[in-house]
């Protein structure tokens, strides 16, 4: 039975529960309302909760765990096949998956029986051909020992459905003969269901646990993976980031580090000064007129998405510099994709990053600093200079280093404004590459998931989350002791 | 007023050496450098809203073109010796591609360009590769047309767009391979005589993408419902998720190390990189649990994860900002805790709720970073999705994937439809915000 | 030393007006917050203003140095001489009047900054000191006239915001009389201060009146009574009665006047 139909019968059932419940619970207080525990609602809720939620909750962890069960038996079977083709073990898993989702399609397009497909054999049949007639098309010849794994995957899997399905209906009928039962006026109806709603609630809570865990996850293990296969002092201290998919690989991070805090530099050199003093003069000059006007100006820069900005930096800002630095002009740059594009971009995009968490953090001054320095005769450039900016130090350092982590943690802008050279240079005219941007051309592409040029992209997203979670930690830690301050 | 407040004449003048009425030296000093320090503040402002300025124009500029499509009207001849009335459908697009041509060569002609051309093969720079195929569609919906001459519309090729759009000009032509200047004298000719036209592009909006040699056929319209898709993925899990932890966290969590952990966690997550949820989508959705590539509901659910923060954190701020004397009256009268807060509370902050999902959505659809590791890009969304099911699951594109992937073929043709569709997706996101502003206008409350 | 109440002398009879304000009207927004004001303040005097909250004494008080320049929507009309001079005249440059006419404010507020910088701060953007040996001597000799020079010589790198509430406002004092200003505002300088840390202030507001013009805000009638010479009372927005201090507690001529000091309106 298809998931959405399994879905759908457990919601009819929890829908008739929600009724019965509700009937039940009424007739048994004679039709009396005040003679029940709790409103009626909450007796035809408590049944409908208790099929739903336990057989749902059923149904999605059957459908994640079933698949990685199944392969967890195949795969010990391939060992012998892997170590034959002398390939890894999951390039044979995913080659057995695809045959078996090939026989699927074939059954289902009636190009074979479901008989033939058990029974089929490599010695008899070119099962890429009879697949290739039902419309899917397979890398290499089948082998037998794929096919077989590929047969049995298929027959645990079928197995494994009818088993979820029984066991969610099952589920689903029990809960409702069960809360039916408890349907009677004395039944605290009101607070089984609050109890259940207030779990629903933490549930949700805790995705953001999970979110975590779930980066953190898929990143350690891949990057352990990638640690076997590609030696990790190598990763940590090589100069040279040349990727090859034919295997010799020099993978080293250096340069994508220098590239990123290179081009993360002109950013914060772009977007600091500009931001600060905009934030200085719409928080201490600008009349609320002016105020009005250019601060939701500026803060329409941080709406517009990073594509943009990454389409500009390629086809506006690069061609641009070009024609004054490049060979018609001053000869420094040799194409559109810089260190100075991008960064000149990104700093375009901070500007209202800094300049609105700046502004928040001057406006948090207390006013009597402002009336002091005034009562004294400063005029407002000293007082901002000297009694403002001092006391607001901490929570703009702050705001530079969440700036910091944006642009280190910035995608789209590097890998169109950037270029693809792997360097260490000081020429900002030059095109250099960033770690974000190495990821994406890494993991995009058909490389195979287990080669070292694949699996370094974790091990660079690792080294990407780590650094960009450290400067947040900090800034936010910092910010919340500054406003702690003046609270 | 009293007899002592009214004296008779002001205090004696004393013009000693601290007058105020004559400004000194250094006073004047300062009083630069605090003109000169406002300056800056204007300049930085002038910056800001000088690039503002800069890149909404470079976007318009650039991308207005891409919604008018140059197109030739040219009576076409389907001749019954090359086409088979009784089974239309087994002439392929070579039939077709010669039969425009000569149609084509035939206007051509008329205008004076035979010396030019000797036959119909100098066209096919002036015709779009898709052309053939609409018409051999026309001819199958309707056999009866063979033997006729009838009067199409099709798309012009992309040389030719470009140069009545003023991206191809003579100089480059005779640098250019794909055509000649003598292509262009005659389309000029041929715009004078009315049968080569720019109109509106509906199938910029509407339409397929193409390969990368049809430039002057790709649209963003699948690439659009891609986003939709995802979008309505986002909007279902993040909205009630997002609304059930802020409800949990501002309502009912008890100060403890689980809830400072939560809290610690979604602060975390609302600056953790966008690529690094590309590589969960990847590693955890794609990987381990085998769910489809390049589909929507695999973009939903890593946007949703993306934008749970955003939404936690404005929807915990509105209910924050219903006074506690609401619940205190809702206790008061025995509704129990949850009643008071789904009773009385929520309703109260949904206009923010609603506010804060509208900009994370907003967010969402302007994500490129993690679509591009779960294999939205390099997927050429060439077919509509089938129905609901398909939308959500079948590879597709979505529209900031689908300007990346225009951005990086080779082809400056595609670089206008980039820019064309960067408004488009500008235009969605002005739309969310100014929805979620007039809703917080329309409905905002003050305690 | 705090067990009389401390009194300041009375008899202020041969000064001279320092300060001479004539119809001063204030506006905030459509609110007319001071009306019809005028006073002769006299020099090397302290003066009190009291009245009920809202009456309109603070509000008075920030046109003196003009502080209510950075309140937008403020408007004021009339005449207020400093010495014979215009203080809302084009050609005075507001930063130049308030380096002559200090100010110390109601709740104690000392930049983050040292002990040393604090005090230094007036000096240094007015450029009193040509040197670090003079500054260092402007410094000593401002937080002596504060009267908590003892209490900080030895810390004088120590950040102003650690010290007690009647030490920061005494900072405050010497940071504002450290710029050498004629005339000095003080707005409620006691009430965010315990009754020990008052009577400090107060001793120090008598001797400061050596050399400058005081003008005092205060809530506290007991206050006015013990440190001022002269005292106007304020009801809103116009100034009732002024006078000397004795006179005005013991003898006042306006019905409101009375009433507020025997605590009828308040």
């Not at chain 1, 990790?232 to 080293?252: D, I, K, R, V, Y």
């Not at chain 2, 993690?370 to 890009?377: A, D, E, F, T, Y």
Request: proline residues 4%.
């Amino acid at each position: 039975m298809p998931t959405s139909w399994l879905v759908l019968i457990v919601l009819a059932l929890a829908a008739v529960g929600y009724v019965l419940g509700r009937q039940r619970a009424l007739s048994g207080a004679g039709g009396d309302n005040r003679k029940l525990h709790s409103l009626p609602s909450y007796y035809g809720s408590n049944v409908a909760m208790k099929v739903a939620v336990p057989a749902l909750i059923a149904l999605a962890a059957w459908l994640i765990l079933q698949p990685l069960a199944v392969e967890t038996t195949i795969r010990a079977d391939l060992a012998e096949e892997a170590e034959r083709s002398e390939r890894p073990i999951s390039l044979v898993m995913s080659d057995v998956r695809r045959v078996a989702n090939g026989l699927d399609t074939a059954i289902e397009r009636g190009v074979i029986t479901r008989e033939r497909a058990a029974n089929m054999r490599t010695e008899f049949t070119d099962v890429r051909e009879r697949l290739a007639e039902a419309g899917v098309a397979l890398g290499s010849a089948v082998n037998s020992n794929v096919l077989e794994a590929a047969q049995r995957y298929r027959g645990f899997s079928a197995i494994g459905d009818i088993a979820r399905t029984s066991f969610v209906l099952l589920l689903a009928v029990g809960g409702f003969l069960y809360a039916l039962r408890e349907s009677t006026p004395d039944f605290r109806a009101r607070n089984t269901v609050e109890t259940g709603v207030r779990y629903l609630l933490i549930t949700a809570a805790c995705i953001a646990i999970l979110t975590t865990i779930g980066i953190i996850l898929s990143l350690v293990f891949n990057t352990i993976e990638f640690f076997r296969v590609y030696p990790a002092t190598e990763f940590f201290f090589s100069t040279t980031w040349s990727p090859s998919f034919g295997g010799g690989s020099e993978l080293g991070i250096l340069p994508l580090l220098w590239g990123t805090f290179y081009i993360s530099l002109i950013a914060l050199l772009v977007a600091v000064p500009i931001g600060l003093f905009a934030a200085v003069y719409l928080s201490e000059y600008a009349s609320k007129k002016v105020r009005g006007v250019a601060k939701p100006a500026i803060e329409i820069l941080a709406g517009i998405p990073t594509i943009v900005y990454g389409l500009f930096a390629l086809l506006t800002v690069g061609p641009l510099l070009l024609s004054v630095f490049g060979d018609g002009g001053l000869g420094w740059m040799r194409a559109g994709t810089a260190v100075m594009t991008a960064g000149l971009v990104m700093g375009i995009m901070l500007i209202p990053f800094v300049s609105s968490l700046s502004d928040d953090i001057i406006n948090a001054v207390p006013q009597s600093m402002r009336d002091g320095s005034y009562g004294l005769g400063a005029t407002k450039s000293e007082t901002i200079k000297q009694v403002i900016l001092p006391a607001a130090l901490p929570g703009i350092v702050g705001a530079i280093l969440l700036a910091a982590s944006r642009a280190i943690g910035e995608t789209m802008i590097v890998v169109l404004g950037a270029g693809a050279a792997a360097r260490i240079s000081g020429n900002p005219f030059e095109a250099m590459t960033t770690v974000t941007a190495k990821i994406v051309s890494q993991l995009t592409g058909d490389a195979d998931f287990q080669s070292p040029e694949a699996l370094v992209a974790f091990a660079l997203g690792m080294t990407l989350f780590v650094i960009t979670l450290g400067l947040n930690v900090f800034a936010l830690y910092i910010v919340r002791k500054y406003r702690e301050q003046y609270e | 007023m009293s007899d002592a407040a009214n004296p008779a004449s002001p205090a004696a003048s004393n013009n000693g050496a601290r007058s105020i009425h004559t400004v000194d030296a250094r006073t004047k000093k300062r009083n630069a450098s605090e003109k000169r320090f406002k300056y800056y503040g204007i300049a930085a402002i002038a910056t800001g809203v000088f690039f503002l300025v800069v890149l909404l124009g470079s976007i318009l500029w650039n991308g207005v073109s891409a919604f008018q499509q140059t197109y030739l009207e040219v009576p076409v001849y389907l001749d019954p010796e090359r086409l088979d009335r009784e089974n239309p459908s087994s002439a392929t697009t070579f039939t077709y591609n010669p039969l425009i041509a000569e149609a084509v060569w035939e206007r051509a002609q008329e205008l004076g360009f035979g010396d030019e051309f000797e036959d119909e093969g100098g066209m096919s720079p002036l015709i779009s590769a898709s052309a053939a195929a609409i018409i051999r569609d026309r001819v199958i919906a309707n056999p009866d047309l063979i033997g006729e001459t009838i009067d199409v519309r099709i798309l012009a090729g992309s040389r030719v767009d470009g140069y009545l759009k003023g991206r191809v000009d003579r100089d480059s032509a005779s640098r250019d391979r794909n055509i000649d200047v003598a292509h262009l004298e005659l389309v000029d000719a041929m715009q004078e005589n009315g049968s080569i036209r720019k109109v509106f592009n509906w199938d910029f909006i509407t339409g397929t993408d193409a390969s990368e040699s049809r430039a002057e056929q790709a649209g963003i319209g699948v690439a659009m419902l891609g986003s939709f898709f995802m979008m309505l993925v986002v909007l279902g899990l993040s909205l009630p998720i997002g609304v059930a932890t802020s409800i949990y966290l501002e309502e009912f969590a008890p100060k403890n190390k689980f809830t400072d952990l939560i809290e610690v966690n979604i602060s975390n997550l609302a600056a953790v990189p966008s690529i690094v949820f590309g590589i969960l989508g990847l590693a955890v959705f794609i990987q381990f649990m085998h769910l489809p590539q390049s589909a929507p509901l695999v973009g939903g659910l890593v946007l949703t994860l993306m934008t749970l923060p955003t939404i936690i954190i404005s929807t915990r701020a509105s209910l924050q900002s219903v006074p506690p004397s609401i619940r205190a009256a809702a206790l008061g009268v025995g509704a129990s805790k949850m009643q008071s807060v789904f009773h009385h509370v929520l309703p109260l902050a949904l206009p923010g709720i609603l506010t804060g999902t509208i900009i994370g959505l907003a967010q969402a659809l302007g994500e490129t970073a993690p679509l591009l590791l779960i294999g939205m890009v390099g997927y050429i969304a060439t077919n509509y999705p089938d129905g609901i099911a398909s939308g959500f699951l079948d590879p597709n594109s979505a529209m900031p994937a689908q300007i990346y992937e225009w951005a990086k073929r080779a082809d400056p043709a595609y670089y206008e439809r980039a820019w064309g569709g960067i408004i488009i997706l500008l235009v969605f996101l002005f739309a969310m915000n100014a929805i979620a502003i007039l809703l917080r206008r329309r409905f905002e409350r003050r305690w | 030393m705090y067990d009389t109440p401390f009194r300041a002398e009375r008899d202020v009879s041969a000064k001279d007006t320092k300060i001479a304000a004539r119809e001063v009207q204030v506006y905030y927004g459509d609110t007319h917050a001071i009306k019809d004001v005028s006073v002769d303040i006299l020099d090397k005097t302290v003066t009190a203003f009291i009245g009920p909250s809202g009456c309109g004494k603070s509000t008075f008080l920030r046109c003196i140095n003009r502080m209510n320049d950075t309140i937008d929507i403020a408007r004021i009309e009339g005449l207020i001489e400093i010495d014979g001079e215009d203080i809302y005249d084009r050609r005075v440059d507001p930063v130049q009047l308030r380096a002559k006419v200090g100010m110390v404010f109601q709740k104690p507020n000392p930049f983050p900054k040292s002990i040393y910088d604090n005090v230094a701060y007036g000096p240094k953007i007015h450029g009193l000191a040509k040197n670090k040996a003079e500054l260092d001597e402007i410094v000593e000799k401002a937080l002596r006239r504060g009267a908590i020079w003892d209490e900080v010589k030895d810390r004088l790198d120590a950040p102003g915001t650690g010290l007690s509430g009647g030490q920061q406002q005494r900072l405050c004092i010497a940071r504002a009389v450290a710029t050498e200003p004629e005339v000095l505002l003080m707005d409620e300088p006691c009430s965010a201060l315990d009754p020990i840390a008052t009577g400090q202030v107060e001793e120090l507001i008598d001797e400061l009146r050596q050399d400058y013009s005081v003008v005092i805000v205060t809530h506290s009638m007991q206050q006015a009574a013990r440190v001022s010479q002269k005292t106007a009372f304020f009801h809103l927005g116009n100034l009732v009665e002024y006078g000397d201090t004795d006179k005005i507690f013991t003898n006042p001529q306006d019905s409101r006047t009375e009433s507020y000091i025997t605590g009828r309106i308040g």
